[in-house]
């Protein structure tokens, strides 16, 4: 992908030059949001820009560029990238001031930065094509504003770093009352009964997307029970199926919890229904 947009250009990456004093770049001061794309086809857009609008506001980065410019954005880069799988990433920085300090600077221009990258195809409702996940859980350690998109993801990352040496793909988070957060780039349903169960939204899980849009898709077809609740962590070693979602891979299934399988350890049936629906209907929204 060598197209870029930067501050109202389109360039070449290797041309896009960000300032050292951005503060984007020396305090993580800044929202993102990733937007997956399908043959041209945007998922979730209106949902991902209003988002991305929520996390200037809450941290009084005055910017706002109307839908119309920015679905121009993303369709000029699909176009220039080559469409096929692609997720468009947009990045906003409060800007580049003459000098490091804490306080929110008068007078400087936000710094826009959009750049197009190749996705997973998207998710069939297959189970014999579907990878599913191995995660491990960890007490959450981040930030209590987990609910705004910040580029300050080192938090996130260290939590996802702790699955890897043991071969796994996600780590689950917890607080100190025991219950299930989110996962460290993932929301989390818990499934026991037919029943699809996930955390309530507060300062502690970012509002996904996609968790959005599939929840939607399942309380309109109405024949999935869903409930949005505390979860405990305990619920996990009990449940008859774990999923995680987000943009760029979907709903995602998990079949092993700390190295023990989830029920029989496979793919659960109404994981297949939701997926379904899902595939289906994920472009209406």
Known sequence: MSIVYLNGNYIPMNEARISPMDRGFLFGDGIYEVIPSYDGKLVGLALHLKRMQDGLNAIEIDLQIDYERWQ????????????????????????????????????????????????????????????????????????????????????????????????????????????????SKSNVYVIKNGIVATPLLDNQKLPGVTRKTL??????????????????????????????????????????VNEKPVADGKIGDVWLAAQTLYATHKFDL
């Open 215 to 256: 929840l939607e898709i399942l309380y309109r077809d109405g024949n999935i029970a869903v409930e949005e609740r505390i979860v405990a962590l305990a619920e996990l070693k009990d449940a008859d199926e774990v999923w995680l979602s987000n943009s760029t891979r979907g709903l995602i299934p998990v079949t092993a």
């Open 72 to 183: 121009d954005i993303a369709l000029q880069l699909i176009a220039r990238n080559g469409s096929g799988n692609l997720g468009l990433y947009f990045q906003i920085s409060r800007g580049a001031d003459t000098k490091r300090d804490h306080a929110y600077p008068d007078k400087v221009q936000p710094t826009v930065f959009v750049f197009a990258y190749e996705i997973p195809p998207a998710s069939k409702a297959d189970k014999n094509s579907a990878i599913p996940l191995s995660v491990v859980t960890a007490k959450d350690l981040r930030w209590q504003r987990c609910n705004i998109k910040s580029t300050s993801l080192l938090g996130n990352v260290m939590h996802y770093q702790q699955s890897q040496p043991g071969g796994h793909s996600e780590t689950i988070l917890y607080n100190d009352a025991h219950e299930i957060t989110e996962a």
